[in-house]
């Protein structure tokens, strides 16, 4: 955890509450998948001049050693919610720490549907936010797969989540909770099945 050492040691070297040394860090955190065959991580780069300064956070999903999705933040929106915390009495730091390492890093890899709506609205073919819809944009607009490629690969995944053998990405994003994903062999990459 070289961002810790580095945040820890500054303080200790200056014995001041005001830092100016450089973050350039990764973070990496192993998933339980309860799956032998699939092994997930993700990673956490962080940069800024200094922790004062808003981080540049690229976010990683690893599967099986290949990476299907990255997220990067650059914008100060969480800064500001930083500093806005600090003005009624938060700690800045313990802030801006819980921040990057519980909510960037907070993923989950599951196999059950825990989401708001469950499967009713997940595989309800009339609703908007479902897989068939949400999946199909995605894998016909973004992927460029044809329009019965696509559907083939939704009845997959619909199969593999009524068997419980799907393995759906949950997780928070900076100061946003991204959809549910799963990851797509045909596109090599995970891809939102479900919108509330």
Known sequence: ?????????????????????????????????????LHAYVKLHLEAPS?????????????????????????SIAEYVFEMQAGEGADYRSIKKEFYYERFMGLSVTNEIRF????????NENYGGSIHKIAFKELTKKSQLSGPEA?????????????????????RIGLYSSPPMMYVEEVDKLIPIYSP
Not at 15 to 33: E, M, N, R, Y
Not at 61 to 70: E, K, R, S
Not at 155 to 161: A, D, K, Q, S
């Open 1 to 37: 955890m070289e961002f810790v050492k580095s945040f820890l040691s500054c303080l200790v070297l200056t014995g001041a509450l005001f830092c100016q040394t450089a973050i350039d860090t990764t973070l990496t955190k192993a998933l339980s998948t309860g799956s032998d065959d």
């Open 51 to 75: 922790f004062e300064h808003p981080f540049l956070a690229t976010l990683q999903i690893l599967l099986n050693d290949q990476v299907v999705y990255t997220y990067v933040d650059s914008t």
């Open 116 to 123: 708001g709506g469950g499967p009713e609205y997940l595989l």
């Open 151 to 171: 559907r083939q690969v939704i009845e997959r995944l619909i199969g593999e989540i009524k068997s419980g053998e799907a393995w759906i990405t949950m997780h």
